[in-house]
């Protein structure tokens, strides 16, 4: 091991001079030490001292001038966040788990990330008790004992994750803990079952560790609505069975976000379906980038939260009755259905209601009418935006994934192109052109129609209000005398 070499950024190599002081001693473990070693990207740093994790955090916090939290008072866990030119960066830190380190590292989730470096020591001597560096340098994920993910069932999904992310192939034995205790999973708290999924979705290749979940039973276990679209057969034009089109749609959402991302690569646009979605969406790709970039709670990203969207899209299919329809079968309604799941899923995972909302409103609405129709209309896009307010744009990248996932390689040009015009109409509409379809200033409000028509308070007078805005999109309607004219129309015609 005397032939590694760790990168450490200039903040942490800050700290460990910064805090030469301690009398206790502290050590930086786990994921941190992993990707110093693997010269990966360090965002969040745990340390393990033999002295109040609280008080550490705290000390941390102060001399790199950022904010401290107590994150768990009862286990004396404290999380300092600094800002640095590199973006934020998280220490965690806690005492030791165990009687020493040792103790803490061993009982640990997997080898290598049972590793440590004494903080205020050499920050190039790795501390490694049961052979994680070997199984680094192996690229191998083993786990630290014979009941490591026994004694916590989120270490399934966490193993699944940290392979797909890191490249590692599972060795056998840890296979057969992770088969053996997925059905344990939902033994642990739902916040950690929903941030764990949320992460595997914001990995580079989310379908990939999808597949894996599944394959060792932990998807099933997390999300059993999406057990019965397994080999659920699907008429043409789908040309695949309900859970391989989903995965394929989750996968088409992730290239197709991967277009609109400031990073991209030219790889992003080599095909022709994401290379006219580049093209079309061109102009819109920095409100885009901004619009998918923002942050949930608990720092939660709104890109993981659409991938889970595509992934609940269809499942009421497996709940609905199917029918048919001349020589095609059908699932008549399961758009509702998978909006009904979903919310309730969501709701079980404590998601925040707002995000709730949001994925319930796009899985509901993901076969927009309007992006396909042949004759798009101010007046539909003008429906399109009340309806569904920023969700829209949202709405607009899942019907266009779903479709890719349907088809396959199997692409009607023309209509991947009708629908590129449409959608292209519909966000030129939303951020370029607000005012006119989307929100037309006021000319006259309801308390104000009420007194020149004399009606009542009633649903009537919002159905007035939208006709009003209509007219105002189409050109008909300019001044309130002209909006007046159109709801004494209205209300004559209804007689």
Not at 70 to 89: M, N, Q, S, Y
Not at 302 to 312: D, E, G, N, V
Not at 348 to 365: G, P, Y
Request: glycine share 6%; proline share 5%; hydrophobic share 45%.
């Amino acid at each position: 091991m005397s032939d590694l070499i760790l990168v450490w950024s200039e903040t942490v190599l800050d700290l460990a001079e910064l805090l030469s002081d301690l009398r206790e001693p502290a050590y930086i473990v786990g994921g941190a030490v992993r990707d110093a070693v693997l010269r990966r990207p360090i965002k969040d740093v745990d340390i393990a001292t033999a002295g109040s994790g609280i008080a550490l955090a705290k000390k941390i916090a102060n001399r790199l001038k950022g904010d401290f939290y107590a994150l768990d008072t009862g286990r004396d866990v404290g999380r300092a966040l600094v800002d640095t030119p590199e973006g934020r960066l998280i220490f965690d830190v806690a005492g030791f788990r165990g009687a020493d380190l040792e103790a803490d590292l061993r009982d640990r989730d997997f080898t290598i990330n049972a590793l440590a470096v004494h903080l205020t020591g050499d920050l190039q001597k790795v501390i490694d008790p049961i052979g994680g560096i070997p199984d680094l340098l192996n690229r191998v994920l083993r786990r630290c004992g014979p009941t490591s993910v026994w004694d916590d069932p989120i270490r399934v999904l966490r193993a699944v994750r940290q392979s797909v992310q890191l490249g590692f192939r599972i060795e056998p034995e840890t296979i057969a803990d992770l088969r053996s205790n997925a059905p344990r999973l939902m033994e642990t708290s739902p916040e950690r079952v929903r941030d764990e999924l949320m992460r595997m979705l914001t990995l580079p290749k989310p379908v990939s560790a999808l597949r894996v979940a599944d394959a060792v039973g932990a998807l099933g276990v997390a999300l059993p609505e999406l057990i019965p679209l397994h080999n659920l057969k699907q008429s043409p034009p789908h040309v695949a069975d309900a859970w391989n089109h989903t995965l394929a749609v989750v996968d088409n959402l992730h290239e197709m976000l991967g277009t609109m991302s400031p990073t991209r690569g030219d790889e992003a646009t080599s095909q022709f379906s994401m290379g006219m979605i580049a093209v079309a969406f061109g102009r819109f790709r920095a409100r885009l980038e901004e619009h998918f970039a923002k942050v949930w709670p608990d720092e939660r990203s709104h890109r993981a939260l659409l991938l889970l969207a595509a992934l609940l899209h269809d499942v009421g299919k497996g709940a609905v009755m199917p029918a048919s329809k001349g020589a095609r079968t059908v699932y008549p309604q399961h758009e509702q259905a998978s909006a009904t799941i979903a919310e309730t899923k969501l709701s079980d995972l404590h998601f925040s209601s707002a995000e709730r909302d949001r994925v319930t409103l796009v899985v509901r609405n993901h076969s927009s009418a309007e992006v396909w129709t042949p004759q798009l209309t101010p007046v539909l896009m003008h429906r399109y935006w009340r309806r569904l307010g920023p969700a829209g744009v949202d709405v607009i990248f899942v019907t266009l994934a779903d479709y890719l996932g349907k088809v396959g390689p199997k692409i009607d040009q023309d209509r991947w192109l009708q629908a590129l015009e449409n959608t292209k109409l519909l966000l030129s509409a939303y951020f370029e052109e607000y005012e006119r379809y989307v929100e037309p200033p006021t000319l006259i409000n309801g308390s104000e129609l009420m007194k020149q028509l004399n009606l009542k308070p009633s649903s009537l007078v919002g159905d007035l209000l939208q006709i009003i805005r209509e007219g105002q999109v189409t050109g008909d309607v300019e001044s309130v005398e002209d909006a007046l004219r159109v709801a004494r129309a209205r209300l004559n015609h209804n007689g």
